[in-house]
T-cell receptor, first 109, second 114 residues
C-alpha cells in the first residue's frame, strides 16, 4: 500500500524557534492534510491542501503541497509551549487516506 | 456538541473474547472510518464506509468486522481478540464531495488484550 515517510520523528526546540517537518511518498495524492494530536485526544485538522504547488497558512502554520504531488511540508513559526503534540501528515487519494508516523514536538519554555 | 462519539474510552479484554467498539456522529457525514494507532506507526485504516449499507476494507482489516445500517453509526467488532489488537482505535467521519476533505476524529478507545 501507499507509504508516507514523515520526518523528523521527534523535535526538541526552544520556545520562539521555528519548526519544519515534511512528508514524502512514493505515490501521488490528490489532497495533503496536516493534523495535530494532543494526549488522550484524536487528531485535529490544521491545514488542508488541494492542489500541487498550493501554499496555505493558518496563523503561525504554513504548509505546502509539493509540485510532484508526492510530498508536503509544514512550518511552524515562533513556537510556543502549546504547540507541543504529535503532528501527522496525511495523503488522500479517492476514499483512501494514509497517515505518516508522526512528528513529536516538544517545546521548552 | 456535534462531533464523533466513541465508547468505551478504555477496555481490557482477554484473548479470544469478542466486543464491539461504538462510534456515532451527528454531522450527517456520509463517510466514516476506523483507524488503529500504534506507537511509531501513525494511523492505519481498518475499514471504511461511504454510506449506509456500504463498507470496504482498509489497510489492516483482518480480525475486524463492520456494518453501517444507519448514517450515524459505524460499530467495529472484534471477533476473537488477540494481543496484537492492543491499540488505540479512532473513528472518523467526513462529508463526501465538496472541497473540504478533512476528517473529524473521535477521542479514541484504548484497548488492551491480555
Amino acid at each position: 500500500g501507499q507509504q508516507l515517510n514523515q520526518s523528523p520523528q521527534s523535535m526538541f526546540i526552544q520556545e520562539g524557534e521555528d519548526v519544519s517537518m515534511n512528508c514524502t511518498s512514493s505515490s501521488i495524492f490528490n489532497t495533503w492534510l496536516w493534523y495535530k494530536q494532543e494526549p488522550g485526544e484524536g487528531p485535529v485538522l490544521l491545514i488542508a491542501l488541494y492542489k500541487a504547488g498550493e501554499l496555505t497558512s493558518n496563523g503561525r502554520l504554513t504548509a505546502q503541497f509539493g509540485i510532484t504531488r508526492k510530498d508536503s511540508f509544514l512550518n511552524i513559526s515562533a513556537s510556543i509551549p502549546s504547540d507541543v503534540g504529535i503532528y501527522f501528515c496525511a495523503g488522500q487519494f479517492s476514499n483512501d487516506m494514509r497517515f505518516g508516523a508522526g512528528t513529536r514536538l516538544t517545546v521548552k519554555p | 456538541n456535534a462531533g464523533v462519539t466513541q465508547t468505551p474510552k478504555f477496555q481490557v479484554l482477554k484473548t479470544g473474547q469478542s466486543m464491539t467498539l461504538q462510534c456515532a456522529q451527528d454531522m450527517n457525514h456520509e463517510y466514516m472510518s476506523w483507524y488503529r494507532q500504534d506507537p511509531g506507526m501513525g494511523l492505519r485504516l481498518i475499514h471504511y464506509s461511504v454510506g449506509a449499507g456500504i463498507t470496504d476494507q482498509g489497510e489492516v482489516p483482518n480480525g475486524y468486522n463492520v456494518s453501517r445500517s444507519t448514517t450515524e453509526d459505524f460499530p467495529l467488532r472484534l471477533l476473537s481478540a488477540a494481543p496484537s489488537q492492543t491499540s488505540v482505535y479512532f473513528c472518523a467521519s467526513k462529508r463526501t464531495g465538496g472541497t473540504y476533505y478533512g476528517y473529524t476524529f473521535g477521542s479514541g478507545t484504548r484497548l488492551t488484550v491480555v
